[in-house]
């Protein structure tokens, strides 16, 4: 009995704990707009920049976001986008790509995590899947970030969202993501636009803490 009202007791303290912290505005960093994001990431220039349909925006949710085609020395591109959410209370919430895009027309036919190192002390686990439209086929690393923290899995995104809600009253997170065209239907085709996804991967990641939060 002693026990059960014990645990109660802690679930009741939990729950008015995050009934508090709910109630507060969130406060979040101060950060840059993703639209200042350089021109220049390592070796790839930007070729593009793409706006995002106001319909499309209003599913997606975010804040903030950054939508540009770059190319590398050898005029390989590189899609980038990330999408920023300041607070995921009120319902808009980080959409899996996974979801998205089979509704443009792109199939997933390969999906796998990867890790790839940041620098010699450092490297982050992320999402790798391979779509295809019609003879169109293209690689894409994706991942969460939010604080600091670098997650591949969508369902441990959202446990971190709760219990980061609960600890910090911040909900705030980003989705980034890369996709890289794959010149033929061979293995070593879609390796190189492997490779040339994480190289810009790797270039990239130094930069996002100066446009999300940690």
């Known amino acids: 009995m002693k026990i059960r009202i014990i645990v109660l007791s802690l679930a009741f303290l939990a729950t008015a704990v995050f009934m508090a912290r709910a109630s507060k505005p969130e406060i979040t960093p101060i950060r840059e ?3 200042e ?8 220039t930007m070729q593009s920049s793409q706006t995002i349909e106001s319909n499309v925006m209003a599913v997606l949710g975010v804040d903030d976001y950054v939508n540009r085609t770059y190319l590398s020395q050898d005029f390989f591109p590189a899609h980038l986008y990330v999408g920023y959410y300041q607070s995921q209370r009120s319902g808009d919430t980080m959409h ?3 979801n998205c895009l089979p509704g443009a027309g792109w199939n997933p ?3 796998s995590h990867i890790t790839i190192p940041i620098n010699d002390k450092s490297a982050i686990e992320i999402n790798r899947i391979v779509i295809l439209k019609g003879l169109d086929k293209q690689v894409v690393l994706y991942w969460y ?3 600091g923290r670098v997650i591949a899995s969508e369902y441990w995104g959202k446990i971190y969202t709760v219990l980061d809600a609960v600890r910090t009253n911040r909900t705030d997170a980003a ?15 879609e390796a190189f636009a492997e490779q040339q996804a994480i190289e810009f991967a790797k270039a990239l990641f130094p930069l996002l803490e100066r446009f999300l939060p940690v």
């Open 33 to 35: 707009s993703l639209s």
């Open 109 to 111: 036919v390969k999906r």
């Open 96 to 98: 899996s790509p996974l």
């Open 145 to 147: 970030q939010s604080h």
């Open 175 to 189: 989705l980034v993501r890369i996709i890289c065209p794959v010149a033929g239907m061979d293995t070593e085709s």
């Open 37 to 44: 994001m350089p021109v220049q990431i390592g070796d790839w």
